[in-house]
């Protein structure tokens, strides 16, 4: 993996006198999928939302490749054009079709002549299979759809890093794969990504590193390996442990293997 | 009724008609031109002219036209500015209706959710291009029927105009009534009149939110 592309140096964020993010650090390098956990309130979506300028911070730096981002700034708009970001709530433009939606971006915001955007618009449709959708409505699409188009339109814009909140949570459950499924293929085509999700197996399954966010501040930092089976911290493994149930045979899930001791 | 009486007045009331209807236009028109930039300069939060924007809209929408007519017609003369009968018509009847049109817009501008405006903002918009394509046509879509609202609301306030001596529907329906009796065939007339020139509108304004409502933005939440 190459060089850094984003560095987060000790950020402090507090909303009305309550730290949120205490002292947070981390790195993420090219090519790179480095996915945050952490229990509700810890402050990911925070996090996230700071590192692309919509939330400012109240302390510490943050650069993206190198530039430092953070700060007041007037030309907020080029940095957010090189970080792509999803929600958990799709926030699609309910007034455009789904092609509009991803022609926006790219036709006004990088001037993209619109002709060659809507051709590699189409193929990235037909690589997450909504080739067909793209003159529908967004209100005409399941929840899964929206969120895939959703990604569609992040990555129309070539950025450098994607941010991800969440994306899932809203689903119904059998939607949950077909949209992960996106982001694994984007992570094999080399999108450096920070995940932020509470779907332990994806996770895994994604992650080249994983970092466990406690409090506002990073508890605990390693490979997916490392942090699913061998969490290092009391706090992890009682974290890990609550995506777990116990069978009434006694017999658990996803449980981490208790070898941390050594 | 005197069915001769109203033939014979019909053309007296078509000409009021357009009066009332052309000064009303002209004042719709330029309402929604003060209200739309009212409301961007409150919404971009631009300093002073967003407190001078605050200042006026309370001031226009909680005095009478009729006051505001008198100003510009009696008051400003005083003082040495001298506007025509018809520009004091206009200029009166948009400093009301900015003010409502401004209030219009702003509701719809709040219906938008802030989501929409991150998103926009994630795709790199800059914060004018994030208002033309993101949020404001979410936003005119929810303000329509405020906006029709305010137009029907100005069309019918025109009837003050007669104080200016302009011989608008009211101002004709005025004059008959004074010289020659009939009073009940002048205003079933001039009801007529009114109503033939307002329905139109309340029907397009029907239509036009028939129309948003299916062009599909109805869903407003998790899209
Ligand atoms: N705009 C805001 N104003 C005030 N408090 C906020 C704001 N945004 C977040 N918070 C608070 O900051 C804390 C962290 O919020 P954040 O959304 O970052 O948590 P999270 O880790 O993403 O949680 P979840 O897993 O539930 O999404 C919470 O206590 C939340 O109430
Ligand atoms: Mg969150």
């Known amino acids: 993996m190459g060089e850094a592309i984003l560095r987060v140096r000790d950020i402090h964020k507090s909303f009305d006198g309550t730290g949120v993010l205490r002292g947070v650090s981390m790195e993420i390098r090219e090519g790179e999928v480095v996915v945050i956990v952490g229990p509700s309130g810890c402050g990911k979506s925070t996090l996230l939302r700071c590192i692309n300028g919509l939330e400012t911070i109240d302390r510490g730096e943050i650069f993206l490749r190198g530039e430092k981002i953070s700060g007041r700034r007037k030309d907020l708009h080029l940095v957010r054009q090189r970080i792509g970001m999803v929600f958990q709530s799709y926030d699609l433009f309910p007034h455009m079709k789904v092609m509009d939606n991803l022609l926006l971006g790219p036709t006004k915001a990088l001037g993209r002549p619109r002709a060659e955007v809507e051709k590699e618009a189409l193929e990235m449709l037909e690589r997450v299979g909504l080739r067909e959708k793209a003159c529908a409505l967004p209100r005409t699409l399941s929840g899964g759809q929206k969120q895939r188009v959703a990604l569609v339109r992040a990555m129309l814009m070539r950025p450098e890093i994607l941010l991800l909140d969440e994306i899932t949570a809203a689903l119904d459950p059998e939607m949950v794969s077909e949209v992960l499924n996106v982001v694994i293929d984007l992570a094999r085509g080399g999108m450096t990504m920070a995940i932020v999700t509470h779907e332990m197996r994806f996770a895994e399954a994604v992650a080249d590193r994983v970092l466990f966010l406690e409090e506002g501040v990073v508890l605990e930092e390693g490979t997916p390996e490392e942090f699913f089976h061998a969490p290092k911290t009391e706090r992890a493994r009682h974290f890990l442990q609550s995506f777990t149930y116990a069978s009434k045979r006694d017999k658990v899930e996803i449980q981490p293997k208790n070898n941390a001791g050594d | ?223």
């Open chain 2, 1 to 223: 009724m005197d069915g001769a009486f109203i033939l014979a007045h019909v053309p007296d009331y078509l000409s009021g008609a357009w009066v009332t209807l052309r000064f009303g236009l002209y004042g719709v028109a330029c309402s929604l031109a003060l209200g739309l930039l009212c409301c961007l300069v409150r919404s971009f939060r631009v300093p002073v002219l967003r407190q001078i924007a605050g200042g006026y809209i309370e001031l226009a929408r909680n005095t009478p036209l009729l006051v505001q007519l008198f100003f510009l017609y009696a008051g400003l003369p005083r003082v040495g500015i001298k506007f025509s009968a018809e520009a004091c018509a206009v200029i009166g009847l948009t400093f009301l209706g900015g003010a409502y049109m401004a209030e219009a817009f702003r509701s719809g501008l709040e219906s938008v959710d802030k989501s929409q405006t991150e998103a926009g903002a994630c795709i790199g918009l800059t914060r004018a291009q994030n208002i033309r394509y993101v949020v404001f046509p979410q936003a005119l879509a929810t303000a329509v029927p405020a906006l029709f609202a305010n137009v029907i609301f100005l069309i019918k306030e025109t009837s003050v105009f007669s104080v200016l001596a302009m011989m608008d529907l009211m101002n004709v329906a005025d004059t008959l009534r004074t010289s020659g009796g009939h009073t009940v065939e002048v205003l079933f007339m001039l009801a007529a009149a009114y109503l033939m020139i307002l329905l139109p509108v309340s029907l397009l304004a029907t239509l036009a939110e028939r129309r948003l409502r299916y062009a599909g933005f109805g869903d407003r939440h998790s899209v």
